[in-house]
């Protein structure tokens, strides 16, 4: 990995983290080892501020570890306090601490996740898909379902919009529809047994109705985590074409190229002829003007045909 590759890199990573709100995620990664691989973690963290209308480019940072305890993103947040966009992973929850140091950082669920739980026990087709004997579909779980969508729905509408008139629209026409769908929830799950799916999947939400409803206060404040699910996605699917990284070594290099290639991507730059450019411009390059060569400044260069 080489110098230039590095510092591009950190250059990035300062960028994503001065952001007011982040998305957060990791996947695994297997790891060569010596009788058979091990499951290493790539995880990402994604700043793009075009949901509220923010004027700073999109950009992701990856970090890889050899597990996925907590003190992994103790470490990849140290210094950043502001809002982060997860799923409910418990290793993110000492970030969340009132007496953190350098301040809390603000916690904002996402609520694919919370309806994924709710879908699966909705998804009439997918016992079909997978050639399954059908299974019992949940009325409950399909109505959850129905109501969380027309939160999705009600959000559509103002992506993109500044914070001040994204917080206006929530209050008026997206908090009913919350307010409606927890109140119904809590009505719902006072029938149930804890064993029950449904009611799993019900106390999933309630139990972080704070994180939950928490965008309805905030006009920053994205509905999902989709952002870091995206950043991750090609990861899944690369491994079965790449296999593994060769060493923990392999991994962290692994990471610096998953943030240069999908940063390109979030800025609609095409990464091969960025990076190849880069390449080449590079040892004349001012060592002090690197954020010239970044993404979102970095220009294709006009090559003239002298032979015609």
Known sequence: MSAHARRRYELIKAHVFAAERLHGDDTTVPVLAKIKTRTGRLWTYVRDDRPFGGPDPPAAVFFYSADRAGIHPEQHLAGYCGILQADAYAGFNTVYKPDREGGPIIEAACWAHG?????????????????????????????????????????????????????????????????????????????????????????????????????????????????????????????????????DRGGQRAAVMFTLIHTAKLNDVDPQAWLADVLARIADHKIGDLAALLPWNWRRPIRIDHAA
């Open 115 to 247: 309806r994924r739980n709710f879908f699966e026990l909705a998804d009439i087709a997918s016992p079909a898909r997978n050639q399954k004997k059908p299974a019992t579909i949940s009325p409950m779980a399909f109505e959850a379902v129905q109501k969380i969508d027309a939160v999705f729905v009600a959000e559509r509408s103002i992506n993109g919009l500044p914070p001040h008139e994204r917080l206006e629209a929530r209050q008026n026409d997206v908090a009913p529809l919350v307010r409606e769908l927890f109140g119904w929830m809590t009505r719902e799950r006072a029938k149930l047994s804890r064993h029950n799916e449904v009611a799993k999947a019900m106390d999933y939400m309630l139990k972080r109705i704070v994180a939950f409803t928490r965008f309805l206060d905030d006009g920053r404040i994205c509905l999902s985590n989709n952002a870091a699910e995206r950043a991750l996605r090609g990861i899944a699917l690369g491994r079965k074409a790449w296999l593994f990284a060769g060493s």
